[in-house]
């Protein structure tokens, strides 16, 4: 298996753009979560899904950020307008079974907003 | 909402020296995960720990599980420059989703 598939790798874009961050779990595993990791604050969790429902998007810090899971092998996270603030790298992590079973995450996404 | 807490934040050693890492819940847990995380890379699952008391030997890495099911510890033995990252604990309680650690970034001085 190739693991969670994150693309872009690397993205750079102007403040006000839009940016679409991808994920491709890892086939059978019905559990998919959105982090975001900065050295202030970490690895947050920002939304996750089960069976493509979100379940919980309450670390989703504002409006601006949006995500979808249309079906079982992809899911996107949205900003838009991108603020400086939103630079990171973002995770894409898939369990399989129970939520709280052994979390494979993808190589993530390193976005810098300028 | 549950908070999972770790010390230190920051640790160097020589080649050598040992090395241990603590992991506190807010709320007790039903288990706790451990996850490597390579610089420049992402966080890779290391171990689970389930039972009250528990322990778990991997090579050099022993990982300890309280007797409350609030705590847990990751040390170890001898440290080598492979072991360079940051290491995370993650439990899982009532929410039942994982909650992260804020990670000990570990230096190993050659």
């Known amino acids: 298996d190739a693991g969670v598939i994150q693309s872009p790798r690397h993205e750079v874009t102007e403040m006000g753009q839009e940016v679409t961050l991808r994920c491709k779990p890892i086939?059978?595993?019905?559990?998919l979560f959105w982090y975001r990791q900065t050295m202030m604050r970490g690895l947050e969790l920002l939304i996750y899904?089960?069976?493509?429902?979100?379940?919980?998007d309450s670390g989703m810090p504002e409006d601006r950020f949006s995500a979808k899971m249309p079906n079982a092998s992809f899911s996107t996270l949205k900003i838009q307008p991108s603020e400086p603030r939103d630079s990171a790298v973002y995770f894409c992590?898939?369990?399989?079974?129970?939520?709280?079973?052994?979390?494979?995450f993808g190589q993530g996404t390193r976005l810098t907003v300028v | 909402g549950q908070q999972v807490m770790q010390i230190p934040q920051y640790q160097h050693v020589q080649e050598g020296e040992d090395f241990t890492t603590y992991c506190n819940s807010s709320?007790?847990?039903?288990?706790i995960q451990w996850y490597k995380q390579r610089p420049g890379g992402h966080p890779v699952f290391l171990i689970q720990?389930?039972?009250?008391?528990e322990v778990k030997k991997q090579k050099r890495l022993t990982f300890q599980f309280g007797e409350a099911k609030k705590n847990s510890s990751l040390h170890i033995t001898a440290t080598q420059t492979t072991d360079v990252g940051t290491y995370f604990c993650?439990?899982?309680?009532?929410?039942?989703?994982?909650?992260f650690g804020s990670g000990t970034q570990l230096t190993v001085l050659p």
């Open positions: 993650a439990g899982s309680g009532s929410a039942r989703q994982l909650t």
């Open positions: 086939s059978g595993h019905n559990s």
């Open positions: 709320t007790t847990l039903s288990n």
């Open positions: 720990l389930v039972k009250s008391g």
């Open positions: 899904f089960n069976n493509n429902v979100p379940i919980d």
């Open positions: 992590a898939s369990t399989k079974g129970q939520l709280n079973t052994e979390a494979f």
